[in-house]
């Protein structure tokens, strides 16, 4: 007999949510065979058979959250019919109605065990530590600031004194307001693993950070006349398209090479400041927003950074990419300009200190000189910092910085 282990997916993914079962109890599987998709804060990975066999015994089941090496089912020596799909989940409408069949006076021991404690956000110790204790983590207090929840807040939870007898109905606090209106519509669902971690880290970026953010605007009348003129025959040459990512991602590291501490990161009381430039691009994916990373965009041309961006953005979509793709960006690109952004201000990509937000393309009236006025194709952008390394006079200067080397294309081939 074999277990069916939670691998190891990186040093940062320490557990995951199973999205999908694909075999049931009692099918035959051999070494290779999808037995689960697993979805995690950065990736979706499917887990295979490690042996042949009978699923003996599937242990956790689809939205519980399971840690790394966290035995989750068994195969049996033997054979069978091929593996079949699993069997759909009961509606969750069934849900309310098994819980309304039990017994009011059912004991506290068994509520604590029907708790539905997957969507707490707690370390795997916490979690075991809970279920030897009976304790359910809902209901354990945690000081972590985003609510994350520690073996020592377990402990605690265990040593505190029992709750006093509920006061009389009369004194008791007002309850709190429902989510919902009663008998208007409304529908509840829980948030993916990968939108749990995106709000619990760019609300820990906030908390983390001294961020600020300092705005410049860009007349791209020069970008799209090069791209107007070069575009054909670039394609033609490379099979791809000249974007406009491939300018600016050239701007930020002729940037960032001129004020090296947007490039950095903070580690306790050091500074590590980075040689290396590899660029995160901010990218929509049907779970939300990831950031893939180009690396060593000093290196590469405008047609490397171009395919690069266009395949991770593929890969995103479909929901492919891997950890190699996500870790270790040095600076990160945003665009909410390709939904309408005028005007932003992205949160920082923590570890990162520097965020660049692109906006939308918008024809404005700008002064030539004193006398002439003209329409011209304009840019808002937008640079959040951590204030507690980069200083205002250095931020504002970056943002000229990538302004001028935007305006002149040219000084890209130079920079870059």
Same mark, same amino acid.
């Not at 708790?115 to 916490?126: E, K, L, M, Q, Y």
């Not at 020592?152 to 007002?174: I, T």
């Not at 990162?352 to 004193?370: E, F």
């Given at each position: 007999?074999?277990?069916?282990?939670?691998?190891?997916?990186?040093?940062?993914?320490?557990?995951?949510?199973?999205?999908?079962?694909?075999?049931?109890?009692?099918?035959?599987?051999?070494?290779?065979?999808?037995?689960?998709?697993?979805?995690?804060?950065?990736?979706?990975?499917?887990?295979?058979?490690?042996?042949?066999?009978?699923?003996?015994?599937?242990?956790?089941? *689809?939205?519980?959250?399971?840690?790394?090496?966290?035995?989750?089912?068994?195969?049996?020596?033997?054979?069978?019919?091929?593996?079949?799909?699993?069997?759909? /989940?009961?509606?969750?409408?069934?849900?309310?109605?098994?819980?309304?069949?039990?017994?009011?006076?059912?004991?506290?021991?068994?509520?604590?065990?029907?708790?539905?404690?997957?969507?707490?956000?707690?370390?795997?110790?916490?979690?075991? $530590?809970?279920?030897?204790?009976?304790?359910?983590?809902? &209901?354990?207090?945690?000081?972590?600031?985003?609510?994350?929840?520690?073996?020592?807040?377990?402990?605690?939870?265990?040593?505190?004194?029992? &709750?006093?007898?509920?006061?009389?109905?009369?004194? /008791? /606090?007002?309850?709190?307001?429902?989510? &919902?209106?009663?008998?208007?519509?409304?529908?509840?669902?829980?948030?993916?693993?990968?939108?749990?971690?995106?709000?619990?880290?760019?609300?820990?970026?906030?908390?983390?950070?001294?961020?600020?953010?300092?705005?410049?605007?860009?007349?791209?009348?020069?970008?799209?006349?090069?791209?107007?003129?070069?575009?054909?025959?670039?394609?033609?040459? =490379?099979?791809?398209?000249?974007? !406009?990512?491939?300018? !600016?991602?050239?701007?930020?590291?002729?940037?960032?090479? /001129? =004020?090296?501490?947007?490039?950095?990161?903070?580690?306790?009381?050091?500074?590590?400041?980075?040689?290396?430039?590899?660029?995160?691009?901010?990218?929509?994916?049907?779970?939300?927003?990831?950031?893939?990373?180009?690396?060593?965009?000093?290196?590469?041309?405008?047609?490397?950074?171009?395919?690069?961006?266009?395949?991770?953005?593929?890969?995103?979509?479909?929901?492919?990419?891997?950890?190699?793709?996500?870790?270790?960006?040095?600076?990160?690109?945003?665009?909410?300009?390709? =939904?309408?952004?005028?005007?932003?201000?992205?949160?920082?990509?923590?570890?990162?200190?520097?965020?660049?937000?692109?906006?939308?393309?918008?024809?404005?009236?700008?002064?030539?000189?004193?006398?002439?006025? *003209?329409?011209?194709?304009?840019?808002?952008?937008?640079?959040?910092?951590?204030?507690?390394?980069?200083?205002?006079?250095?931020?504002?200067? =970056? $943002?000229?910085?990538?302004? *001028?080397?935007?305006?002149?294309?040219?000084?890209?081939?130079?920079?870059?």
């Amino acid at each position: 007999m074999s277990n069916i282990i939670v691998p190891a997916m990186g040093e940062s993914i320490t557990e995951g949510t199973i999205s999908k079962w694909v075999v049931q109890e009692g099918a035959a599987v051999r070494q290779g065979d999808v037995l689960l998709e697993l979805e995690t804060d950065k990736v979706n990975i499917e887990i295979g058979a490690e042996a042949d066999g009978i699923v003996s015994s599937i242990l956790k089941k *689809e939205g519980d959250t399971v840690a790394i090496g966290e035995v989750i089912g068994t195969i049996g020596e033997g054979s069978g019919a091929p593996a079949a799909p699993a069997a759909p /989940a009961q509606p969750e409408a069934a849900a309310p109605a098994a819980a309304q069949a039990a017994p009011a006076a059912a004991p506290a021991a068994v509520a604590v065990a029907v708790a539905d404690t997957s969507g707490v956000n707690a370390s795997p110790a916490a979690r075991k $530590l809970a279920r030897e204790k009976g304790i359910d983590l809902n &209901a354990v207090p945690t000081r972590d600031p985003i609510g994350r929840v520690f073996t020592e807040d377990v402990k605690s939870a265990s040593n505190a004194p029992a &709750a006093a007898p509920a006061a009389p109905a009369a004194a /008791a /606090a007002p309850a709190a307001a429902p989510a &919902a209106v009663p008998g208007k519509p409304a529908e509840r669902k829980r948030m993916s693993r990968r939108r749990q971690t995106i709000a619990k880290r760019l609300v820990e970026a906030q908390h983390n950070a001294a961020m600020l953010t300092t705005f410049n605007e860009v007349d791209m009348t020069a970008i799209l006349d090069v791209r107007k003129r070069r575009k054909d025959k670039f394609k033609e040459k =490379f099979d791809v398209n000249l974007g !406009f990512m491939s300018f !600016f991602t050239k701007a930020v590291v002729g940037a960032l090479k /001129a =004020f090296p501490l947007l490039n950095a990161e903070i580690d306790g009381d050091d500074i590590i400041e980075k040689h290396y430039y590899d660029i995160g691009i901010a990218v929509s994916a049907p779970d939300g927003l990831v950031v893939p990373v180009v690396r060593d965009a000093d290196r590469l041309g405008f047609a490397e950074i171009e395919r690069n961006i266009v395949d991770l953005a593929k890969k995103a979509r479909s929901n492919s990419l891997s950890l190699s793709d996500l870790q270790g960006g040095t600076f990160t690109i945003t665009n909410g300009g390709v =939904f309408g952004s005028l005007l932003s201000t992205p949160i920082l990509n923590a570890p990162q200190v520097g965020i660049l937000g692109m906006h939308k393309i918008q024809l404005r009236p700008v002064a030539i000189d004193a006398e002439r006025m *003209e329409n011209r194709p304009m840019m808002y952008i937008a640079l959040s910092y951590d204030h507690r390394i980069v200083d205002g006079a250095g931020a504002v200067s =970056f $943002l000229v910085k990538v302004k *001028e080397l935007l305006e002149d294309p040219e000084s890209l081939l130079l920079e870059g």
